[in-house]
């Protein structure tokens, strides 16, 4: 599953979902009891070995999964209310770039380009201006856009002003639960 085109449906998004976090049960502590320096250097150097991504480090893991994590669970979110009126997503995991987005979808001239980040609170301001410097030079042929964030990255009352074109959703990776805002 992971670095791949895959489309969404209400048919397999579950399915999904579950096959994803079982890949993410397996990984194991392969840091032992390092510490200090040595601790560092494995937790960026040495790969994890399992996982969706076992030949990438703990660093580059856990960034890769918990984004692919508020796109699984933003896309569900999206197909089981309805949100728009496409019945698939096209989304990319991993960090391979092969589309403008990590999410299109398409439903005749209808088109939707989203971008999906997980982020600290401290780094969720740059990477939301970079993403949206993204959607403002890639966008143009696109109807609607989608930002999906995780939960945490923001206060809970925060209240995104995008613009008409855009849905701002806040992912839960922990419960599954996401959140529109408005």
């Known amino acids: 599953m992971p670095i791949a085109t895959r489309i969404l449906d209400l048919k397999n998004i579950n399915t999904a979902i579950k096959e994803y976090k079982d890949k993410i049960e397996n990984i ?15 937790i960026k150097r040495t790969p994890m070995g399992s ?13 890769r999964i918990l984004t692919d994590l508020v796109i699984l669970y933003g896309i569900k979110h999206l197909l089981d209310n309805s949100i728009y009126k496409y019945t698939s997503y096209n989304v990319e995991l991993g960090v391979e770039s092969k589309n403008d987005f990590d999410i299109t979808a398409e439903m005749g001239s209808d088109k939707l380009a989203g971008e ?3 982020v600290a609170p401290s780094f ?45 959703v806040k992912v839960d990776i922990f419960s599954g639960r996401s959140e529109l805002c408005k």
């Open 28 to 42: 194991r502590n392969n840091i032992g009891s390092l510490q200090g320096m040595k601790l560092l250097h494995a």
């Open 51 to 63: 996982g969706p991504y076992p030949g990438v480090t703990l660093f580059e893991g856990a960034n």
């Open 116 to 118: 999906a980040f997980n």
């Open 124 to 168: 969720f301001p740059s990477k939301k201006s970079t993403t949206l410097k993204k959607f403002r030079e890639k966008a143009s042929g696109y109807s609607n856009n989608l930002l999906l964030v995780n939960n945490d990255a923001v206060k809970e009352d925060y209240s995104p002003k995008l613009g008409s074109k855009f849905i701002f």
